[in-house]
């Protein structure tokens, strides 16, 4: 199978019988990752504000895989809309795989942050999913299967300049992963998937931010993120989406608490 220009390797019911939440799935990598699963075989439920791109992707997700497919606006940085959408998953069943993501705060450097700018990133990030996972494993336990991922950053292993908030939070999210990965049952894994220069609109607007606060062209600044890219291109989303379908299936159950990236080779560090 074909999706999105990507040879897709997976059998179409390696997930067949699991229900997944993706977070931020109205684009980028978290769309790509709804595709990925329901190619998979598993049912998707997407979430994020804006439900006319959920409703848009939910036509596509129909057309990959046998799986049955749901659309859920939420806001994650409501707690009570949180609460609201675990419960109502609940009632259909548990959920089996959950996918952590959500857009990122903006650019800038760290000292040039007030405290405030803070508050609004962790909550529907770090918060958020701490909610969901406090909502959902108990599910997955009773089932005796769970896969909770959290979509981050390179950054986690090496802070990216002008990226202050954004360095700090996925530290942050790292650091709670691995701790829930020594907590968590046995048949529950958690992982982080980290990408590097991914061809998404996030990556279109931190070079317009760039160019504006530098007046370096945009080919300029795209320029410098391939020279530190072995492979000299950016990563499509999809590329990392089957990374985290991996991470989903039955066969990665002995992958627990670990960073992966999936960045081109772009990180120095081991």
Known sequence: MDLDGVAYPFRSDALAGRRALVCGASGGIGAATAKAMAAAG???TVAARGADALNDLVEVLSGLGPGQHAVHAVDLEDADAID??????????????LVNNAGGPPGGPLLGAPPEDFLRPFQRHLHASHRLVRGLAPGM???????????????????????????TLRGAMA???????????????INNVLPGFTDTPRLGSLAASIHAKTGRSLED?????LDQVPIDRLIHPMET??????????????????????????LRSI
Do not use: F
Request: proline share 6%; glycine share 12%.
């Open 42 to 44: 598993a049912d998707v």
């Open 84 to 97: 609201g959408m675990v419960a109502a998953l609940l009632d259909n069943g548990p959920i089996h795989i």
């Open 141 to 167: 336990e009773a089932e005796g299967y769970g896969r909770i991922l959290q979509i981050i950053s390179t950054s986690v292993k090496e802070p990216i300049p002008n990226l202050g908030v954004s360095n």
């Open 175 to 189: 650091s709670w992963a691995k701790s829930l990965s020594r907590e968590l049952a046995p048949c529950i894994t």
């Open 221 to 225: 600044v795209q320029r410098g993120w």
């Open 241 to 266: 989406a089957i990374a985290l379908t991996y991470l989903a299936l039955p066969a990665a159950g002995a992958i627990r608490g670990v960073s992966l990236a999936v960045d081109g080779g772009r």
